[in-house]
């Protein structure tokens, strides 16, 4: 299972099999409805509906991107489609995924990683990642190993390290919070 996972998510086996928060990921799995469960199967097996897939079961000509005309259209340029239409579609998500992290008292260093990493992944996903918003040292640990090891197309797809959950829960403790940086890493996958 891990080394199905790993090789289309250009993932380092061990990584993922070392530094994901697996108990998070098995129980945002179990919390999924049954078409968002049968959803992520058919998206991390390859099967979703893209250009490339849908000329193989030869339910199309070619297989171009609908919206700006790329060849070969494939998951992850469905996430990355520089188009106009596509843009404006992610931005709000964007926004509203910004939101959601103050709501759920997320670090404001690991809020800014986030929003500031997907904004530059989405802009330009073969280009340099921007700085680590944070001068505390785990959370720049962390952030490194998402952003370099793990990837943000592996974040989208729900996988989040460990150590970015282990800041969380340090900063709930230290806020007197009673949440728990498992439960938040739950939520984080969802909303991915």
Known sequence: MVTFLANPLFIDDQRVHTDLPWHSFRKARKEWSFPMQKFISKWLSGDTATGLVMKRRKQRLHAHCPRCGEDNEHLLHVLICPAEATV???KPLLTDLETWLIDEDTHPNIA???ITGLTSWFEDPFGTEPAIPSTIPS????????SQ???WYAHLCGFIVEPLVTCQQSYNSSIQS???GKRWAIRLIHRC
């Open 88 to 90: 404006d579609f992610r």
């Open 112 to 114: 800014d990683y986030l």
């Open 139 to 146: 959370i720049r640990q962390a952030a490194s190993l998402q």
């Open 149 to 151: 090891k793990i990837g």
């Open 178 to 180: 009673r949440r728990r």
